[in-house]
């Protein structure tokens, strides 16, 4: 009995010690610059399929990354593009070192610019490169951006890598997500 006892107080001090740890830690998050109210601004929108804008890449960081992460995948993707509810890949950077904190605004299509080994993969505008919002005239879309922290140092992907290539090398090593949704409404012309 007095086991028992010794036991379930040994227990209890244990959680109790580590309870205010947990209660305490920071949550992993992603946050997007240079965004007018959640909005991207034309310098962000991409430049074709008629759309004029100037498809630079937004600066984006995140914090408090979990312990046991080794690398970080960043991705921006658009759940309403009228493909058939397959959505629309428009930016996928892998490979970053769990100790990076963010990309920078422009970085795409500059890898001097990326944090070190990152990789730009394919979208799907068919390019290893950033690819702003572009939706129909007279929508709104919502573009998510994620940044998964990974269990790895690295995925086996290369820059022609297709999204679902990067999605199934994530798949089963990814230890936490953090996701903003920006917006973009493309005015009818």
């Known amino acids: 009995m007095r086991l028992t006892v010794l036991r379930t107080t040994i227990c209890s001090a ?26 991207f601004a034309n310098e962000q929108v991409y430049g074709g399929f008629g759309c004029h804008g ?4 937004p600066h984006i960081s995140w914090s408090n990354v979990p312990a046991g992460a080794q690398s970080i995948v960043v991705t921006i993707y658009d759940p309403d593009a009228p493909t058939g509810g397959l959505g629309w890949t428009h930016w996928e950077v892998v490979n970053i070192p769990a100790t990076a904190t ?22 799907d505008f068919g390019e290893s490169r950033y690819g702003g919002p ?11 951006v994620t940044a ?3 269990n790895v140092p690295h995925i086996d992907v290369r820059a022609a890598s297709s999204p679902a290539l990067v999605a199934y090398q994530m798949h089963g090593n990814v230890i936490a997500q953090a996701r903003y949704v920006a917006k973009y409404r493309r005015a009818p012309e």
């Open 102 to 123: 963010s990309i920078d605004k422009g970085a795409s299509g500059n890898p001097k610019r990326l944090p070190t080994g990152a990789v730009e993969t394919l979208t």
């Open 148 to 150: 998964s922290a990974l």
């Open 54 to 57: 100037d498809n630079v890449s």
């Open 14 to 39: 244990v959680l109790l010690s580590i309870m205010p740890a947990i209660a305490l830690a920071e949550p992993f998050t992603v946050k997007v610059d240079d965004l007018s109210r959640g909005q």
């Open 134 to 144: 572009c939706p129909p005239q007279g929508t709104s879309h919502r573009y998510v």
